[in-house]
């Protein structure tokens, strides 16, 4: 039996979004606008797969990628451009959708301005961590607020919480100063208690140094998120005998539910690395399924253009790599969860399509066009394995021979 390989290029959009006016969004395009500004992207291998035709698809326009190099790529495949259904543009709600549960019910948010969170929730996340404090209380950059607060927190043993456009609450805390396994225990509490307000995730921040303007974020970051409402692919995967390999923040999007194997990695080089290194030992009727995180938290929401197009050059230049390790029936997906349109104003995520780019030994080189919902990656997948269908969604494995 084949394998799939699902390469998540987090906030990867490619503009298009037809209901983007309700998220204010209306013109972004993280794939477009980052190739103008640049005056050209060089990434022949993702070009050859389909990358631009569905960026057409998706914009009605071309983007403005320059001349490209001869791919290394020798598979085509299948491309297209879908939109999202979800009632958010999240990191959780573009995940699941793409598992085939679509985030139909509204997150609850906390807001932006000071004191984001309610008085009685701090109180009872303090009490019952046995805390004095908190500091920030608002919505922030993550790479900011430690730069801010980061000295004071170390002074007086107070964590920093803050919260983003995101449904979530986030908190930074110093791993030597007041301790990693203390800091995963306080976003346990906090995640107890953010029930009530339909939180989608706890996000735990560690970071090193010891003054402002060395503080730094580490790979030690951990998700705790809710369940999702009904079986995702991975879980049918899963409870059908398969295996389910989760690499980077994966399993933490899922809470864990449909996971055999999880593998943590850090940097898209090493998320490469550990993805080839899964393929290499994972069986038949297996999923793999990767999250490049740093086009989305290093350069999206840090508006950094110059750094987010380097960084889409660099996966491009390894990609051609993957074919080394594919199986005759193997099938490899390449999607994304949101945009992150980094010349957009703000440091929030964007309402746009993403691409849908499929391809093996086996697979036809074809017009995917429209898709409905990113539900239709997990459709496709679960036809591939046998899986009993989702409730959304719509298959597009004819494509494969």
Request: with cysteine; aromatic share 10%.
């Amino acid at each position: 039996m084949a394998r799939a390989i699902i390469l998540m290029m987090d906030s990867f959009g490619i503009g298009g979004a037809p209901d983007a006016d309700a998220f204010d969004n209306a013109g972004a395009d993280t794939l477009g606008h980052i190739a103008s500004a640049n005056k050209g992207l060089k990434i022949p291998n993702l070009v050859f797969l389909g990358l631009e035709q569905a960026a057409i698809g998706a914009t009605g326009s071309r983007p403005l990628l320059g001349p490209q190099e001869s791919p290394r790529l020798t598979l085509r495949g299948c491309f297209g451009h879908a939109k999202e259904i979800s009632k958010a543009k999240d990191t959780t709600s573009g995940h699941w959708e793409m598992a085939g549960v679509p985030v139909l019910q509204k997150w609850g948010y906390f807001k932006p301005d000071y004191p984001s969170f309610p008085e009685e929730l701090v109180r009872r996340i303090c009490d019952a961590a046995g805390l004095d404090g908190i500091l920030g209380n608002k919505a922030a950059s993550g790479t900011v607020i430690i730069q801010e607060l980061g000295g004071e927190h170390i002074q007086t043993g107070k964590p920093i919480f803050y919260t983003s456009a995101d449904s979530c609450l986030q908190i930074a805390a110093h791993e030597k100063h007041f301790g990693l396994e203390r800091l995963y225990r306080l976003c346990e509490i906090a995640f107890e208690q953010v029930k009530p307000y339909r939180i989608a995730r706890i996000i735990a921040r560690p970071f090193i140094g010891e003054k402002a303007g060395e503080f730094v974020r580490t790979k030690n970051r951990h998700d705790y998120s809710v369940v999702p409402p009904a079986p995702t692919l991975l879980d049918k995967m899963k409870a059908a005998g398969g295996q389910v390999v989760a690499i980077g923040k994966i399993s933490d999007i899922y809470a864990g539910c449909g996971v055999t194997e999880k593998i943590s990695a850090s940097g898209h080089d090493e998320l490469w690395d550990k993805t080839f290194a899964a393929m290499l030992q994972t069986p038949e009727n297996a999923i793999i399924f990767t999250n490049f995180v740093d086009f989305d938290m290093l350069y999206g929401h840090r508006r950094d253009v110059y750094g987010y197009a380097r960084a889409l050059e660099a996966f491009d230049r390894r990609l051609p790599e993957i074919e080394a390790y594919l199986r005759p029936d193997d099938i490899v997906f390449i999607t994304a969860d949101h945009g992150n349109d980094p010349t957009w104003r703000g440091t929030d995520h964007t309402r746009e399509q993403v691409p849908v780019l499929m391809f093996g030994a086996k697979v036809r080189h074809e017009d995917l066009g429209q898709r409905e919902t990113f539900a239709d990656i997990a459709q496709t997948v679960a036809e591939m394995f046998g899986l009993a269908p989702f409730a959304y969604g719509k298959s597009f494995l004819k494509a494969a021979a």
